[in-house]
């Protein structure tokens, strides 16, 4: 079946620190990858988005390269900052069927000064 | 453009009472969505409709029913609220067509429910 895992948290860094989030995926077909922010009592917003392989969505500071041949899609991000702090989430969208965003269970981060 | 809205924000419901879940959109997108947020287990699809007059089951559809009468409109009704139902649910939606997997999905800020 189709299935993303990410990294387990929570994360928590100071103020500067680098930022790394795993993210690897199981589909059948190929899909789109996406990662999805959600801030503290708030719906989720797209952070950063790739279509096909070696592409890198970016956004905010935030990257990720869809890697096909490692089935990863890795968020980074050089230096956090305290407004970072969220849950982040990996997923994945598949042509045809229902189309649907399959997601990861996601990782919240969190960033002291 | 408000993007998707989602009405109420809270909820709590007795056992066995029903309701509706608003949601609607204004970016004229074909494709809407219901999705349920539980602590460790991410996201996970109820129902989906690609257009006004056709909707579909996702991953757990039981004791949840939707309609779709218009573009803008895709309410999610509880028929008899059990504890299992307490969570946090999202609408969705986006543009639909032979590229829409690459499409982003609009999400709208979430309802809140409780079911003693």
């Known amino acids: 079946g189709n299935s993303v895992t990410q990294m387990e948290g929570p994360v928590t860094l100071s103020e500067e620190a680098f930022l790394t989030i795993n993210c690897t995926y199981t589909?059948?077909?190929?899909?789109?990858l996406f990662w999805y922010v959600q801030y503290p009592g708030e719906g989720l917003q797209l952070l950063l988005k790739?279509?096909?392989?070696?592409d890198k969505g970016s956004n905010k500071g935030f990257e990720a390269t869809y890697r096909k041949e490692t089935t990863s899609f890795h968020l980074e991000k050089g230096s956090v900052q305290v407004s970072d702090s969220a849950v982040y989430f990996c997923?994945?969208?598949?042509?045809?069927?229902?189309?649907?965003?399959?997601f990861g269970k996601g990782t919240k981060l969190t960033v002291n000064p | 453009n408000a993007g998707v809205t989602q009405t109420p924000k809270f909820q709590v419901l007795k056992t066995g009472q029903s309701m509706t879940l608003q949601c609607a959109q204004d970016?004229?997108?074909?494709?809407m969505s219901w999705y349920r947020q539980d602590p460790g287990m991410g996201l996970r699809l109820i129902h989906y409709?690609?257009?006004?007059?056709?909707?579909d089951q996702g991953e757990v559809p039981n004791g949840y029913n939707v309609s779709r009468s218009t573009t803008e409109d895709f309410p999610l009704r509880l028929l008899s609220a059990a504890p299992s139902q307490t969570s946090v649910y999202f609408c969705?939606?986006?543009?639909?067509?032979?590229?829409?997997?690459?499409?982003?999905?609009?999400f709208g800020p979430g309802t809140r429910l409780t079911v003693l």
């Open positions: 969705a939606s986006s543009p639909t067509g032979s590229g829409a997997y690459t499409d982003t999905q609009y």
């Open positions: 790739a279509t096909k392989a070696d």
């Open positions: 589909a059948t077909g190929y899909p789109s």
């Open positions: 409709s690609v257009g006004a007059g056709i909707t």
């Open positions: 970016m004229n997108h074909e494709y």
């Open positions: 997923a994945l969208r598949l042509r045809g069927g229902s189309e649907k965003l399959v």
